[in-house]
């Protein structure tokens, strides 16, 4: 990214260049809050739609360097790559770890409070907690 920017703001005076500087703060910015908001916080959902939104933001960037300076864009291609890959994942974890709409919390994180004492150890509560999950899915495919 780093690399790309530098050369967009070598080739350009500061005027032909704003938006594409504009548009690179947004994307940097949302770099810079997703992992927090994903394992600090763990809102996994926000995660998803700020990883989408940086998707989105280095689609509209990449031909803007594009027609700046070529290899400025071609050099953004491996970190497209990498962050379609880390949106795939994003949606699959939020996927397969849905979240409960009576406490805003899913299994995981039940479970990690469980654990917060530090005693990782698989007690009867989580068991409990892993047979009521069971049965639900369960219901479901029934």
Request: one cysteine or more; a positive charge.
């Amino acid at each position: 990214m780093g690399v790309s920017v530098s050369r967009i703001v070598k080739s350009t005076s500061s005027t032909s260049s704003s938006m594409v500087l504009k548009l690179w703060y947004i994307h940097y910015a949302l770099n810079l809050i997703w992992a927090p908001i994903f394992f600090g916080y763990q809102k996994f959902r926000l995660g998803l739609i700020i990883s989408i939104l940086l998707v989105v933001s280095l689609g509209l960037i990449m031909p803007l360097y594009h027609a700046i300076d070529p290899i400025s864009a071609y050099l953004q291609v491996p970190y497209l790559c990498w962050l379609i890959f880390a949106t795939v994942l994003n949606y699959q974890f939020c996927k397969l770890n849905p979240m409960d709409e009576s406490d805003g919390k899913n299994e995981a994180m039940r479970q990690a409070e469980l654990c917060k004492d530090g005693k990782a150890v698989y007690n009867d509560v989580m068991l409990q907690n892993d047979l009521r999950g069971l049965q639900k899915d369960a219901a479901r495919y029934a």
